[in-house]
């Protein structure tokens, strides 16, 4: 079933996954199956991509995300945008954040 | 901004998340309990299944839960639950699952025999994104039990592969070569191959530790008279000739250099090992008084800052081995360390016979050394590895 992303959508991480900075890394360790394509995956994520998955509280919208993320990053609203839309969508996809 | 995938996936390899320097801490190694439910008399740690005063000091439920909290700290994303037998832990589940909510990998090394249907349903939903490694110690009862000493262990174990086998849990096995199995080594290597997740030929213990613990003279006499002469261990390493000169080669290029007065030349101190009663040790065998300390009195990050560091500085002041190991250009083919010489001897600095053994009959099949030739008074070693990894092989012809 396809997952339409929607800047108005609220998402949170999954209990199913653990988020830790390793050393620097930014990791994200599945608990449970279902989530890596093998059994010993495990996965990081980019400085960009942890400023997104700290910001999926459930509680701030997508838009409200990459609105703080614009006064961090040097790009357009849009670029921003884009890019959440695109993180969340494969962090769904993963099954490692729900929608709130 | 971004161009390609958002999530970066990152196999196996923990090396691959470190670009540089690497945490304080990323591998943890506890012995859950010394207690094992077969009873191998090659076996340097085993206790019986019904020690009391064993299972008594253990360490608890909270005290584990607090060591894997402190490793998660400083930066541990990997932690090896083993024994003894560590299912035989009766927090064993709660432990894991635990370990795996901090989000730590859980590496088991198990028998198998205590493998249920309800661990593998566990395993099934909550992976412990390690392959599960397996003790395998015959391929038919008879060989099997006559390494357990245990009635019904051979089908226990069997039970539990197959049960994580039609599950697909990932599993790897491992091999214990004794008298009592050496024969079955071609049967069991056909069976492993065909377990998915043996991306390599198996591993043997063969080199068997004296009691780690020094707490038998019995069963250290048992254990040598098990050990494999120095002879069969080269008839075992290269029965796949080509393959074996081939690695030595690569081996020897990097690893194969005099180590000269220190007593560490291994990673030990790297990692944290905690035995089952809460004493931290720089690896799994090393319990020497000098290189052990206490979870009551030092925690995980001082003795990996203060304790360990100065540890590995160490230096030998044995006559023998300063005269002998200190300049052998053998340590890379020799198992020689501070572990194995406190196991043998109650010392960090006496060099192993029987490792020594086992090393220049390595070398003398390699033409590294002559007959009744000793390595540590070998001056010319550099060459003598240049031209043997230039060799093309294969080149030996004495292969027996």
Known sequence: MKTKIDLKNKY?????????????????????????????????????????????????????????LSSRFVATAGEIENDVLGLVDELLKRKMVVKA | MQTGSYVTRIPTDKGSLWKNSKPLLVKLDIELTERCNNNCAHCCINLPLDNQEAAKNELSTAEIKNILKEAVSL????????????????????LYLF???????????????????HLVDLFCRIPPLERIEISVYGMKKSSYEGVSRVSGSFEAAWRGISLLAKRRVPFVVKGALLPANKDEIEKFEKWSATIPWMD????????????????????????????????????????????????????????????????????????VCVDAYGKIQPCLALRHPDCVYDLKKVSLKEALINYFPKMREMKAENPDYLSRCAKCFLRGLCEQCPAKSWMEYGTLDTPVEYLCECAHAQARYLGLIEEEEKAWKVDNWKERIRRFCEKEAPYHENEN
């Not at chain 1, 620097?24 to 495990?42: K, L, M, N, R």
């Not at chain 2, 004296?210 to 050990?227: P, V």
């Open chain 1, 12 to 68: 949170l991480p999954s209990e199913d996954v653990v988020a830790r900075d390793v050393h620097g890394e930014f990791i994200i360790i599945p608990i449970t199956s279902g989530i890596a394509d093998s059994d010993d995956e495990i996965f990081s994520l980019n400085e960009f991509g942890r400023a997104i998955w700290e910001k999926l509280d459930g509680k701030r919208d997508l838009k409200g995300v990459a609105s703080i």
């Open chain 2, 75 to 94: 930066g541990c994303v990997t932690v090896r639950f083993t024994g003894g037998e560590p299912l035989l832990k009766e927090d064993f589940e709660e």
């Open chain 2, 99 to 117: 370990s795996r909510k901090l989000g730590l990998r859980v590496f088991i090394f198990t028998n198998a025999t205590l493998i249920t249907p």
């Open chain 2, 200 to 271: 390599k030929s198996p591993q043997y213990s063969m080199f068997f530790d004296l009691r780690c613990r020094r707490d038998s003279m019995d069963k250290n006499r048992q254990i040598k008279k098990l050990r494999l002469s120095a002879e069969d261990c080269l008839k075992i390493l290269v029965r796949r000739k080509e393959y074996y000169i081939r690695v030595m080669q690569e081996f020897c290029a990097k690893f194969m250099h005099p180590s000269g007065d220190n007593l560490f030349s291994c990673g030990s101190g790297h990692g």
